[in-house]
Nanobody, 126 residues
């Protein structure tokens, strides 16, 4: 069982930056990938980014490419999502999730992730 805890959300003006953290309760060496998803009010949960825990390969949604950066810290068992040039449409609850199975190509699919955090709110004002 892997427990994930997100932090770092908050209120920021458009054009600002935030860094989200996803800390695992135990070593995520058994996790194949860690992903970030978001859900805005009245909308379905959508993929944001994912990182392959061992290789460091990353993938991003087109809507955040060039603005968001995902990274991982082995020693801290933590995955980060650096969000720059935030826009009002980035407002959502952000969730991190752990995927324990291959292949990498399915890392955009929420149903592939077995473990989820509780979410952290990100609000971007215009």
């Amino acid at each position: 069982q892997v427990q994930l805890v997100e932090s770092g959300g908050g209120l920021v003006q458009a054009g600002g930056s935030l860094t989200l953290s996803c800390a695992a309760s135990q070593r995520t060496s058994g996790a194949y990938a860690v992903g970030w998803f978001r859900q805005a009010p009245g909308k379905e949960r959508e993929f944001v980014s994912a990182i392959n825990w061992s290789s460091g390969s990353t993938v991003y949604a087109d809507s955040v490419k060039g603005r968001f950066t995902i990274s991982r810290d082995y020693a801290k068992n933590t995955v980060y999502l650096q969000m720059n040039n935030l826009k009002p449409e980035d407002t959502a609850v952000y969730y991190c999730a752990a995927k324990t199975t291959t292949p990498w190509i399915t890392s955009r699919a929420a149903f592939e992730y077995a473990y989820w955090g509780q979410g952290t709110q990100v609000t971007v004002s215009s």
